[in-house]
């Protein structure tokens, strides 16, 4: 049972446009959500994550909405530049400090000059 | 944010041999690391859950006798995987995270083990 959802694998985008992300969740436990980025054959790299008790958290061209009565969440990229071409992960974890998180499947973005 | 390295970032083994990846978190103490592991175009999958000072926890499904971790300080986890086969074949990845950011997780570079 998939507790993470990344419904589209891939979503390309034009430079300069708005790139928008999305992810659901099963888990009513997850008090936690995280966005990563991903280069091939690279680790993640920690992008921007939002608390329960929030439902919006930015950061420069990056803001994360959370909808906890929908159970989905998005992460915008604005302007996309040709750079943020790579996978995104979107991740969720439950109370506690040092609790596992559970990953998506990843979105592949891909932002064209 | 934190750093937290790997070794090998790559490997090439026969198969039947062990292999040891090392996992270091350089400007933090950790207690506890992640092992994920992730096939092409797949998710990363927990493996495991590595504990300072006593045994770790492991995913459902994952061989403890076959993939083998150490976590002896408060800086380094090893994974050794056991008479490894090509079928063990695949991106490894650690994380950890320091003690004032607990609720995040950073990420090594990755080791990616082929299997011959």
């Known amino acids: 049972d998939q507790q993470v959802k990344q419904n589209s694998p891939s979503l390309s985008v034009q430079e300069g446009r708005i790139s928008i992300l999305n992810c659901d969740y099963t888990n009513s436990m997850f008090d936690y959500f995280l966005w990563y980025k991903k280069y091939p054959a690279e680790g993640p790299t920690f992008l921007i994550s939002i608390s329960s008790i929030k439902d919006k958290n930015e950061d420069g061209r990056f803001t994360v909405f959370l909808n906890k009565s929908a159970k989905h969440l998005s992460l915008h990229i604005v302007p996309s530049q040709p750079g943020d071409s790579a996978v995104y992960f979107c991740?969720?974890?439950?109370?506690?400090?040092?609790?596992?998180?559970?990953f998506g499947k990843g979105i592949t973005l891909s932002v064209r000059p | 944010g934190a750093v937290v390295s790997q070794h090998p970032s790559w490997v090439i083994c026969k198969s039947g041999t062990s292999v040891k990846i090392e996992c270091r978190s350089l400007?933090?103490?950790?207690?506890?690391m992640f092992w994920y592991r992730q096939f092409p175009k797949q998710s990363l999958m927990l493996m495991a859950t590595?504990?300072?000072?006593?045994?770790?926890?492991?995913e459902q499904g994952v061989e403890k006798d076959k993939f083998l971790i150490n976590h002896a300080s408060l800086t380094l986890s090893t994974l050794t995987v056991t008479s490894a086969h090509p079928e063990d074949s695949s991106f490894y990845i650690c994380?950890?995270?320091?003690?004032?950011?607990?609720?995040?997780?950073?990420f090594g570079p990755g080791t990616r083990l082929t299997v011959l």
């Open positions: 994380s950890a995270g320091p003690p004032n950011l607990a609720n995040e997780q950073f």
């Open positions: 590595s504990n300072e000072g006593s045994k770790a926890t492991y």
């Open positions: 991740a969720a974890r439950t109370i506690g400090a040092n609790s596992k998180l559970t």
């Open positions: 400007d933090f103490q950790a207690t506890t």
